[in-house]
């Protein structure tokens, strides 16, 4: 980790989070460290099978370690009733990988962006705050009132984003965010997610197996393989100059134009 990420304050993090699957031999993960800082941006990587959507399922307590645990500002954070969980699930929210499927159909846009004030029991005039999340994702605020399938893929997907970010979260989490996207609409959503960051100090973890996002979002970096950090720093050394034989194959996998 670069000395920036670990002098921000820890808001979330993994301590030899280990998870095996049942009929596995070999653990999905195996005894991994994370830490996300206030504001900062974090890259997880990896080849396929490497324990990327494990990590993300156990750091949302959606799963239970088998070893090791997530704490949010030092506090533990075990799987459980949805109520017991509303604490974190209010600080730490989900940007979904594709949006078309997380909005439900039929409900309006106003209703799908408040909905998590609503079942998190988020006091205040949820009326007023989907007008500014639209405003602050590029929406014009009479979106409210039309369906998720009026939009464009780019355009649900800032509608998702103004969900994630109605509790005031203080992580995102975003597993493969851009990916459901033409490759046209990516680098907006992608600049989007930074400046939003930038704007309300939300720090993000970001799963992606697209190293040019990765480059162009976040500052920090970690190489899953296997279930194990293979390697972990800023984002710039890793890609420029990795240490570890898998981030090596990882980079070498890209064409240089897409990392440039
Ligand atoms: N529910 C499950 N039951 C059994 N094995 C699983 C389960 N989920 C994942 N695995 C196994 O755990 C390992 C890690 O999988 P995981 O999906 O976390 O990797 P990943 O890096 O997210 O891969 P991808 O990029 O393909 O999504 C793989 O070997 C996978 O086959």
Redo the contacts with the bound molecule.
């Keep these: 980790m670069s000395p920036e990420l670990v002098s921000a304050e820890p808001l979330l993090a993994a301590r030899g989070l280990t ?1 095996r ?4 031999d ?1 653990p ?2 195996d005894g991994v460290d994370l830490v996300v800082g206030a504001g900062r941006r974090v890259a997880v990587v ?12 156990l750091l949302l307590a959606l799963e239970r370690p088998d070893a090791g645990e997530v704490t949010y500002r030092g506090r533990p954070v075990h799987p459980g009733r949805p109520r017991s969980l509303h604490w974190f699930r209010r600080a730490v929210q989900v940007v979904p990988q594709d949006p078309g499927r997380s909005l439900s159909p039929r409900m309006r846009v106003g209703e799908a962006v408040a909905e998590p004030l609503r079942c998190l029991r988020v006091a205040g005039d949820h009326r007023a705050r989907v007008a500014e999340l639209l405003l602050a994702v590029g929406l014009d605020p009479d979106a409210a009132t039309r369906l998720p399938n009026e939009f464009s893929g780019g355009q649900r997907q800032r509608i998702a984003l103004a969900r994630a970010l109605a509790p005031r979260p203080e992580v995102l989490i975003a597993d493969e965010p851009v990916s459901a996207l033409d490759a046209a609409v990516r680098l907006q959503v992608v600049d989007l997610l930074r400046e939003v960051s930038d704007a309300e100090g939300v720090a993000l973890l970001v ?1 992606s ?1 697209d190293l040019g996002v990765v480059a162009a979002l976040c500052s920090d970096v970690v190489v ?1 393989a296997g ?1 194990r950090v293979a390697e972990a720093g800023p984002t710039d050394r890793v890609l420029t100059d990795p240490v570890s034989r898998e981030a090596h194959a990882l980079v070498a996998a890209v064409p240089r134009l897409v990392l440039a």
Excluded: I, P
């Design positions: 998870r699957y049942r009929g596995s070999v999905a993960l990896g080849e396929s099978g490497a324990g990327k959507s494990t990590l993300t399922r799963v197996h899953l279930g």
